[in-house]
């Protein structure tokens, strides 16, 4: 079983910045992962975000983001990170991490993002 395990939420300032991370509770991220991280705001639908291949590091993001958020991973660190800059009142969501393993998806428990205006 691969549990995604996203850790980092917590209230911000609007124009703050915050990095959100990601890992495989009880286990790693190993080379054919496809990491993507998600977002729900209430009464809106999921919507992603942007992915990362764990083997390659090769990212595409969501055309709304228009550069203010970054995937990265570390292989080190077994980890991917969401980091967001400039966080607005558009953005209070809960923030998932989603792992696409061969053909299974495992979606975390989601961390929550609010934004204080």
């Known amino acids: 079983q691969v549990q995604p395990a996203e850790s980092g939420g917590g209230v911000v300032q609007a124009g703050d910045s915050l990095t959100l991370s990601c890992s495989v509770s009880g286990g790693i991220f190993v080379g054919d992962d496809m990491v993507a991280w998600y977002r729900q705001a209430p009464g809106k639908e999921r919507e992603v975000i942007g992915t990362i291949t764990w083997a390659a590091g090769s990212r595409h993001y969501a055309d709304y983001m228009r550069g203010r958020f970054t995937i990265y991973r570390n292989y080190h660190e077994n980890r991917a990170w969401l980091h967001m800059n400039g966080l607005n009142p558009e953005d209070p969501a809960i923030y998932y991490c989603?792992?696409?393993?061969?053909?299974?998806?495992?979606w975390g428990q989601g961390t929550q993002v609010p934004v204080s205006s």
């Open positions: 989603h792992i696409q393993r061969v053909s299974v998806v495992y």
